[in-house]
């Protein structure tokens, strides 16, 4: 990107490019996701699949609110991930999982108790990559203010 003297790099905090890099982060993350589940079985994919779960929920807290600290997408992405597993203690998410495949991936259909550690383990990894993005932006937003336009 060229600089002129002066100027601030306004692009790289712009809530449209933050939005656009969590998308995309969503669907990196949604494919990893259903990648491990076709390669890994058991605990792996299951738990692994949880971790990952919440991640994707904190990229659409992004999506949604890019201007969101990475504390509070991460408690959001949690709280959520932990609303629906507390949900599977009703029939309801095993109902709507029967009758649809986006539902039972979505939701689940069996209240699982570990599965509300791996979700804070998928907040955590979420809010570590989040912060180091974000950090990493105001970094190198400081450093390139006074750049001059170089090819």
Known sequence: MLLVPGTRDR???????????????????AGAGLGLRA???????????????TVLLLTLVVVIAPRTRPSRAAAIALATSWAI???????????????????????????????????????AAGWVVHTSVRRRRTVSRGKGSSLSATS
Do not use: C
Not at 11 to 29: D, E, K, M, Q
Not at 39 to 53: F, H, P, R
């Open 39 to 53: 390669v890994a079985g058991g605990d792996v994919a299951k738990y692994g699949g949880d971790a990952l779960y």
């Open 85 to 123: 597993e507390f949900l599977q203690l009703s029939p309801l998410p095993a109902e709507l999982a029967r009758q649809s495949t986006v539902a039972r991936l979505v939701l689940g259909s069996t209240f699982n108790a570990p599965d509300l550690f791996w979700y804070a383990v998928g907040a």
């Open 11 to 29: 692009a790289a905090a712009s809530p449209v490019r933050i939005r656009l890099v969590a998308a995309v982060a969503a669907a990196v993350t």
